[in-house]
Nanobody, 126 residues
Framework: QVQLDESGGGLVQAGGSLRLSCAAAGRTFSRYPMGWFRQALGKERELVAAISWSGGYINYADSVKGRFTISRDNAKNTVYLQMNSLKPEDTAVYYC???????????????????WGQGTQVTVSS
């Protein structure tokens, strides 16, 4: 079982930036894809960005393309989400997630992830 610990959420004005971090422990981090999801109040959880085990394959939700960047540091067992040009509609609880298929690369969806962090709140004021 992998443990995920998110940090970096907070309150920011529209147009600002935040960087989320997720530290993983409990298994070989570098073999598995990682993802960031978010859930706004009253809405379903949605994929924001996902990255393959090597970092060579990445996909983003259309709503964040060009503004958010996912990256990973396998030496530090950490995945990041750099969020720029934030909008009020980005307000949500953001969750880090770990995939369960070793060395899998593809068009990721929620069903590809089995372990979840506790979530961190991101609030963007207008």
């Amino acid at each position: 079982q992998v443990q995920l610990d998110e940090s970096g959420g907070g309150l920011v004005q529209a147009g600002g930036s935040l960087r989320l971090s997720c530290a993983a422990a409990g298994r070989t981090f570098s073999r598995y894809p990682m993802g960031w999801f978010r859930q706004a109040l009253g809405k379903e959880r949605e994929l924001v960005a996902a990255i393959s085990w090597s970092g060579g394959y990445i996909n983003y939700a259309d709503s964040v393309k060009g503004r958010f960047t996912i990256s990973r540091d396998n030496a530090k067992n950490t995945v990041y989400l750099q969020m720029n040009s934030l909008k009020p509609e980005d307000t949500a609880v953001y969750y880090c997630a770990a995939g369960f298929r070793e060395y899998y690369s593809g068009l990721y969806s929620q069903r590809d992830f089995s372990s979840w962090g506790q979530g961190t709140q991101v609030t963007v004021s207008s």
